[in-house]
């Protein structure tokens, strides 16, 4: 009788959906329910056509977790267990199958697992969005206590096509480099090493061994993959967990052999399949061949630089002898990477990939036998590398002769001196080696920085016009960026249009402004929040830095999230080292435990650092062997070179990237919005037309799915002699603040409780810029910063420095004493890692410590001490 009964009961959950009223009290508790009906979910989503629901039984253990902020897994596992026997699963069955999802979904970081009264405990995880290789979008953390309809029986996770609503990241991102990288291991050598030191490195030995890459489908093995790989698998495809089976799309397969490094078939075989007929022209062209290549936005310029690289080294190019040269250090250190994936590590670290300014002063360091002083500025270094590049110094010269192959990314960029030494560069090595440069006249926006009167060729049609030279010219001209095919015709008749002589250049100016404004929404730019509320994968464009530095202020004041880049910042360090270090004598050395201990201490989620990835992390960077790691190898390492993965050239970490239009090179997004410049006067004869034009272009063609465009003023804005923007009148005036040398950590102290308050305070700063003051006891001392909002006490995380308010001195034109004792107005956004040096060597007292990053303006009254 009991049975019959039993088998009714799921009869009518699984038919009418409706909740019996006749299900005891405990059975209702176990099933998720409470008084206020929001928890409410039907045990007939645990079932599927009589079959267990993964995504059901996930859904289940999610809304536990964020109901109750936290739940016991053994409670957790034991009641969905119940429910499951309850419904007729066998009891054995139902056991496995949960227990295999919850490790599945803390392995993916859908759920956290924490300890609690020495038991496990699963606990709730931030929302984020997660961007799959095929474009749809999973939703990790948290639980929405509607119903979401699941998209399989065994997918584990909510996917959408498009999310605005929560924190947006790459699954690269999500994923993190394989560990064995971080010991400087290919995959193919992990066949023949010993396991590795990393938590799970004797599983990836044994995958490597087994498999030579990952498959569409396997079986019988899940539980045995890595960690890691288990959750790029989960994230990218189906498991079921009852058959320990797996299976990929295509899209994902390829993704993840590309992550992994797995694909060990000669680069020659898989040329045709990876570019169009014109990348791969100049890909298998002769090491020898000297190439100016003119690439439109889209067309896979970075990607054919990447195969030219790993095709010359095919053809027997020594690494160590091709040299890259970009602009800057995120640049190249996002080339380096994806050169590693391409040709291996080993070979990716032996390249000479720089930026122009660090080449110039390697060259000072390596050829100036003159005796000089070291430059005291990138600047100065180029224009004594000109120097030694026109002197043809034979050891120089000798240097130059070993060079088999120069790539050249974004020569349109290149202009006065810089573009000078470049030229001087190319002009001195030996004929046999070979050439390609990458550049785009209709992306050339940085004429106004000639000195010279005199218009100036691009470098690239310079060289095709030396004919001693022998360059050939080639052109990349399909869009590989843009989906939305109406946008793709106008970038293509855009771009026929800046080549027309046939026309004045404001008259080009207006065609091209015409065509955007024709092509693109309009939409009400002038709600900067609902601009705000959108996804990580839109960018907001300025003409300038004014309407940029005013609209994310006003941002700020009203609390948004937002993302902001500016290219008179310095970049961000990753704030999880200097808070780590901050306060500790360079000569101490940490272990494993010191780093969970310091982490606690610096108020550093374990959900958003994991303890053990931070350690690897720091392996990495320090260089040393052995069970510690001196703070003083760390500090050098952060001082010298970091990886990028450390470095950001934006801050802020939700919401869209606001940057100018000549900030926004080489990047791109699925929605711009481009607030569209005032027209150029007409009467004012030294207007640029053609740049001007080349600037809506660049702005225009970073959008691949969506362009909106719109009109903001920003109020007159001038700057100071320093380059700082401020806004008023002299005695009454607001200051832009943040910019390079304008504050300093709390570290310069004997107390180190001050330097660990300072590193909780900002580092508990998320998302939200938070409003700051800085105050002085008398005019003489420096300004104290103190975080102002109400949900903490008043902690003082930096210090303004001399220089900084000698120039708000200078623009109010009085002295440093006249300044008032409270400065307001602006905001902390967060901190970034810094080297602090109490003089002008390490003689005296050095560290690392974490500084805030600042925003805004400061407003300042000449006289308000009166």
Same mark, same amino acid.
């Given at each position: 009788?009991?049975?019959?009964?039993?088998?009714?009961?799921?009869?009518?959950?699984?038919?009418?959906?409706?909740?019996?009223?006749?299900?005891?009290?405990?059975?209702?508790?176990?099933?998720?329910?409470?008084?206020?009906?929001?928890?409410?979910?039907?045990?007939?989503?645990?079932?599927?056509?009589?079959?267990?629901?993964?995504?059901?039984?996930?859904?289940?253990?999610?809304?536990?977790?964020?109901?109750?902020?936290?739940?016991?897994?053994?409670?957790?596992?034991?009641?969905?267990?119940?429910?499951?026997?309850?419904?007729?699963?066998?009891?054995?069955?139902?056991?496995?199958?949960?227990?295999?999802?919850?490790?599945?979904?803390?392995?993916?970081?859908?759920?956290?697992?924490?300890?609690?009264?020495?038991?496990?405990?699963?606990?709730?995880?931030?929302?984020?969005?997660?961007?799959?290789?095929?474009?749809?979008?999973?939703?990790?953390?948290?639980?929405?206590?509607?119903?979401?309809?699941?998209?399989?029986?065994?997918?584990?996770?909510?996917?959408?096509?498009?999310?605005?609503?929560?924190?947006?990241?790459?699954?690269?991102?999500?994923?993190?480099?394989?560990?064995?990288?971080?010991?400087?291991?290919?995959?193919?050598?992990?066949?023949?090493?010993?396991?590795?030191?990393?938590? +799970?490195?004797?599983?990836?030995?044994?995958?490597?061994?087994?498999?030579?890459?990952?498959?569409?489908?396997?079986?019988?093995?899940?539980?045995? /993959?890595?960690?890691?790989?288990?959750?790029?698998?989960?994230?990218?495809?189906?498991?079921?967990?009852?058959?320990?089976?797996?299976? /990929?799309?295509?899209?994902?397969?390829?993704?993840?052999?590309?992550?992994?490094?797995?694909?060990?078939?000669?680069?020659?075989?898989?040329?045709?399949?990876?570019? +169009?007929?014109?990348?791969?022209?100049?890909?298998?062209?002769?090491?020898?061949?000297?190439?100016?290549?003119?690439?439109?936005?889209?067309?896979?310029?970075?990607?054919?630089?990447?195969?030219?690289?790993?095709?010359?080294?095919?053809?027997?190019?020594?690494?160590?002898?091709?040299?890259?040269?970009?602009?800057?250090?995120?640049?190249?250190? !996002?080339?380096?990477?994806?050169?590693?994936?391409?040709?291996?590590?080993?070979?990716?670290?032996?390249?000479?990939?720089?930026?122009? +300014?660090?080449?110039?002063?390697?060259?000072?360091?390596?050829?100036?036998?003159?005796? /000089?002083?070291?430059?005291?500025?990138?600047?100065?270094?180029?224009?004594?590398?000109?120097?030694?590049?026109?002197?043809?110094?034979?050891?120089?010269?000798?240097?130059?002769?070993?060079?088999?192959?120069?790539?050249?990314?974004?020569?349109?960029?290149?202009?006065?001196?810089?573009?000078?030494?470049?030229?001087?560069?190319? !002009?001195?090595?030996?004929?046999?080696?070979?050439?390609?440069?990458?550049?785009?006249?209709?992306?050339?926006?940085?004429?106004?920085?000639?000195?010279?009167?005199?218009?100036?060729?691009? @470098?690239?049609?310079?060289?095709?016009?030396?004919?001693?030279?022998?360059?050939?010219?080639?052109?990349?001209?399909?869009?590989?960026?843009?989906?939305?095919?109406?946008?793709?015709?106008?970038?293509?008749?855009?771009?026929?249009?800046?080549?027309?002589? +046939? =026309?004045?250049?404001?008259?080009?100016?207006?065609?091209?402004?015409?065509?955007?404004?024709?092509?693109?929404?309009?939409?009400?730019?002038?709600?900067?929040?609902?601009?705000?509320?959108?996804?990580?994968?839109?960018?907001?464009?300025?003409?300038?830095?004014?309407? @940029? /530095?005013?609209?994310?202020?006003?941002?700020?004041?009203?609390?948004?999230?937002?993302?902001?880049?500016?290219?008179?910042?310095?970049?961000?360090?990753?704030?999880?080292?200097?808070?780590?270090?901050?306060?500790?004598?360079?000569?101490?050395?940490?272990?494993?435990?010191?780093?969970?201990?310091?982490?606690?201490?610096?108020?550093?989620?374990?959900?958003?650092?994991?303890?053990?990835?931070?350690?690897?992390?720091?392996?990495?960077?320090?260089?040393?062997?052995?069970?510690?790691?001196?703070?003083?190898?760390?500090?050098?390492?952060?001082?010298?070179?970091?990886?990028?993965?450390?470095?950001?050239?934006?801050?802020?970490?939700?919401?869209?990237?606001?940057?100018?239009?000549?900030?926004?090179?080489?990047?791109?997004?699925?929605?711009?919005?481009?607030?569209?410049?005032?027209?150029?006067?007409?009467?004012?004869?030294?207007?640029?037309?053609?740049?001007?034009?080349?600037?809506?272009?660049?702005?225009?063609?970073?959008?691949?799915?969506? @362009?909106?465009?719109?009109?903001?003023?920003?109020?007159?804005?001038?700057?100071?002699?320093?380059?700082?923007?401020?806004?008023?009148?002299?005695?009454?005036?607001?200051?832009?603040?943040?910019?390079?040398?304008?504050?300093?950590?709390?570290?310069?102290?004997?107390?180190?409780?001050?330097?660990?308050?300072?590193?909780?305070?900002?580092?508990?700063?998320?998302?939200?810029?938070?409003?700051?003051?800085?105050?002085?006891?008398?005019?003489?001392?420096?300004?104290?910063?103190?975080?102002?909002?109400?949900?903490?006490?008043?902690?003082?995380?930096?210090?303004?420095?001399?220089?900084?308010?000698?120039?708000?001195?200078?623009?109010?034109?009085?002295?440093?004493?006249?300044?008032?004792?409270? =400065?307001?107005?602006?905001?902390?956004?967060?901190?970034?890692?810094?080297?602090?040096?109490?003089?002008?060597?390490?003689?005296?007292?050095?560290?690392?410590?974490?500084?805030?990053?600042?925003?805004?303006?400061?407003?300042?009254?000449?006289?308000?001490?009166?």
């Amino acid at each position: 009788m009991f049975f019959l009964c039993r088998i009714l009961i799921r009869k009518v959950l699984s038919e009418t959906r409706i909740l019996p009223l006749f299900l005891g009290e405990a059975v209702v508790k176990t099933l998720g329910f409470n008084n206020s009906g929001n928890s409410a979910f039907l045990a007939s989503t645990l079932v599927d056509d009589e079959k267990i629901s993964q995504f059901g039984v996930a859904e289940w253990l999610r809304r536990q977790v964020v109901l109750h902020q936290g739940v016991s897994r053994t409670i957790a596992v034991n009641s969905a267990t119940e429910v499951l026997e309850w419904l007729g699963k066998p009891a054995q069955l139902s056991r496995i199958v949960v227990e295999r999802i919850v490790d599945l979904l803390i392995d993916t970081g859908d759920i956290g697992q924490g300890t609690a009264f020495g038991q496990p405990f699963l606990l709730p995880m931030p929302r984020r969005a997660v961007v799959m290789p095929g474009g749809s979008i999973a939703l990790l953390g948290g639980a929405d206590l509607s119903s979401r309809t699941p998209t399989h029986r065994l997918a584990l996770f909510p996917h959408v096509q498009s999310s605005s609503d929560f924190s947006e990241v790459d699954i690269l991102q999500e994923l993190g480099r394989p560990r064995y990288e971080l010991e400087g291991v290919r995959y193919p050598e992990l066949k023949s090493k010993p396991p590795l030191s990393a938590t +799970d490195g004797e599983a990836w030995s044994r995958f490597a061994s087994e498999s030579s890459r990952v498959s569409r489908t396997g079986r019988g093995s899940f539980d045995t /993959l890595p960690r890691q790989l288990r959750k790029a698998v989960a994230l990218c495809g189906l498991v079921d967990v009852e058959l320990e089976q797996w299976e /990929l799309r295509d899209e994902a397969v390829e993704f993840l052999n590309l992550w992994l490094g797995t694909a060990e078939v000669p680069e020659i075989d898989i040329l045709p399949s990876g570019f +169009d007929p014109e990348q791969l022209a100049i890909v298998t062209a002769s090491p020898h061949a000297r190439l100016v290549i003119e690439a439109g936005p889209g067309t896979g310029k970075t990607h054919v630089a990447i195969g030219r690289i790993a095709r010359l080294i095919d053809q027997g190019v020594p690494a160590s002898r091709i040299w890259l040269l970009s602009f800057t250090r995120v640049a190249v250190e !996002e080339m380096r990477n994806r050169l590693s994936e391409k040709i291996g590590s080993g070979s990716a670290s032996a390249l000479n990939v720089a930026t122009f +300014d660090s080449f110039a002063w390697r060259l000072n360091t390596n050829f100036d036998h003159a005796g /000089l002083t070291a430059p005291a500025s990138y600047d100065q270094a180029i224009s004594k590398t000109i120097e030694l590049l026109a002197a043809r110094d034979t050891a120089l010269e000798d240097f130059l002769g070993t060079i088999e192959h120069v790539i050249i990314d974004e020569a349109q960029d290149l202009v006065g001196s810089r573009k000078k030494m470049v030229s001087l560069f190319l !002009e001195g090595l030996s004929s046999h080696c070979g050439i390609t440069v990458l550049g785009d006249f209709a992306q050339a926006i940085y004429g106004w920085q000639e000195t010279s009167a005199a218009p100036n060729k691009l @470098l690239q049609d310079a060289l095709a016009q030396r004919g001693h030279l022998m360059f050939q010219k080639v052109r990349l001209s399909t869009d590989h960026r843009t989906d939305n095919p109406k946008l793709s015709r106008m970038f293509t008749d855009a771009r026929e249009t800046l080549c027309r002589a +046939d =026309l004045l250049p404001q008259e080009r100016y207006e065609r091209i402004r015409m065509m955007i404004e024709e092509v693109a929404d309009v939409a009400q730019l002038g709600s900067l929040e609902s601009i705000a509320a959108f996804g990580g994968r839109s960018l907001v464009l300025f003409r300038g830095r004014k309407p @940029l /530095l005013a609209s994310t202020h006003t941002l700020a004041k009203r609390g948004m999230r937002f993302r902001i880049k500016l290219s008179n910042r310095s970049e961000i360090v990753a704030p999880w080292i200097g808070a780590v270090f901050a306060g500790l004598d360079p000569a101490v050395r940490i272990n494993r435990a010191d780093l969970d201990t310091l982490l606690e201490d610096a108020g550093i989620d374990p959900i958003d650092l994991d303890a053990q990835s931070a350690w690897d992390e720091l392996r990495s960077i320090s260089e040393e062997p052995g069970a510690t790691i001196s703070v003083a190898a760390v500090c050098s390492r952060v001082e010298r070179n970091l990886p990028v993965r450390f470095l950001s050239d934006h801050f802020g970490t939700q919401g869209p990237v606001f940057s100018t239009i000549h900030g926004s090179k080489g990047t791109e997004a699925d929605k711009v919005f481009m607030f569209l410049p005032a027209r150029p006067n007409p009467d004012v004869l030294d207007t640029n037309w053609d740049e001007e034009a080349r600037i809506l272009y660049v702005g225009a063609t970073r959008a691949k799915r969506q @362009l909106l465009i719109g009109s903001r003023r920003s109020g007159y804005m001038r700057p100071a002699p320093s380059g700082r923007m401020w806004r008023g009148r002299r005695e009454d005036f607001s200051a832009e603040i943040g910019l390079p040398g304008d504050v300093v950590p709390a570290a310069q102290t004997t107390d180190i409780s001050i330097t660990r308050a300072a590193v909780r305070r900002l580092i508990g700063i998320k998302d939200v810029p938070i409003s700051c003051i800085a105050r002085r006891q008398s005019g003489d001392r420096a300004y104290e910063l103190v975080v102002t909002d109400a949900e903490s006490a008043e902690v003082a995380v930096g210090y303004l420095t001399d220089e900084f308010a000698d120039d708000l001195a200078r623009i109010g034109g009085c002295s440093r004493g006249d300044l008032p004792d409270l =400065l307001s107005g602006f905001f902390v956004v967060g901190g970034t890692t810094v080297v602090w040096k109490d003089g002008p060597d390490r003689a005296v007292n050095y560290g690392l410590a974490l500084a805030p990053v600042l925003m805004g303006f400061v407003q300042i009254q000449i006289g308000a001490n009166e």
